[in-house]
């Protein structure tokens, strides 16, 4: 056997190696890319169980805070007109509404947390078994759309990166995967809550 035959077998098993890396790799990315998809679509499934669930517990407090909150008339509106919102977000599957939605829930929860601030300044409301029963239930809902948050957060986070980084940039392109909006408070929304912004003397 010539050198120059040798040569060419090692050449072709060297491209013949690299071939087969190469495409071992887009494949790797590309499980990863379905992975990273599917999880992040679960913990959006997640966060959505929790955001209904607070959804569902408005009515109840608006109907119990409305007999009493005689002042608060602009706050309790305010808090239906964006309860009625989320729920027309929440029934669209589009990235962009997703956003929307999730800016919405934002600032449903800010007005919430006013509501629940303003609720102290009535002492009858506040005294009233039932709407110390849905505070309470508030409080555990919060919590959970809280840590449903972060597990959202975490995983829309790794999927952007699988997407962003060569060469998940292509395999998303050719799968038609795209990032999912973050769930993230606004500045607004992470300030300490003034209790004189709500309360009425």
Do not use: C
Request: charge should be negative; charged fraction near 25%; avoid cysteine.
């Amino acid at each position: 056997m010539s050198f120059t035959h040798l040569n060419k077998d090692v050449v072709m098993s060297w491209l013949i190696a690299a071939v087969v890396a190469v495409l071992l790799l887009f494949y790797f990315w590309y499980a990863t890319i379905v992975s990273r998809r599917n999880a992040a679509e679960e913990a959006f499934s997640g966060i959505d169980v929790q955001l209904k669930k607070r959804t569902d517990l408005i009515p109840n407090i608006l109907k119990i805070a409305s007999r009493f909150m005689e002042h608060e008339q602009s706050l309790l509106t305010e808090v239906t007109r964006l309860r009625t919102e989320v729920l027309k977000a929440a029934e669209s599957s589009d990235r962009v509404d997703a956003e929307k939605r999730f800016e919405l829930e934002g600032a449903l929860e800010g007005k919430l947390s006013g509501l629940m601030v303003a609720v102290e300044n009535y002492p009858e409301l506040k005294s009233q078994e039932n709407m110390a029963e849905a505070q309470r239930v508030y409080a555990d809902v919060e919590e959970h759309i809280s840590a449903a948050r972060r597990s959202y957060n975490a995983a829309a986070r790794r999927l952007k990166d699988a997407i962003t980084i060569f060469p998940g940039t292509l395999i998303a392109a050719a799968m038609g995967v795209k990032s999912m909006p973050f769930f993230e408070v606004a500045e607004t929304d992470r300030a300490p809550i003034n209790a004189d912004d709500f309360l009425k003397s």
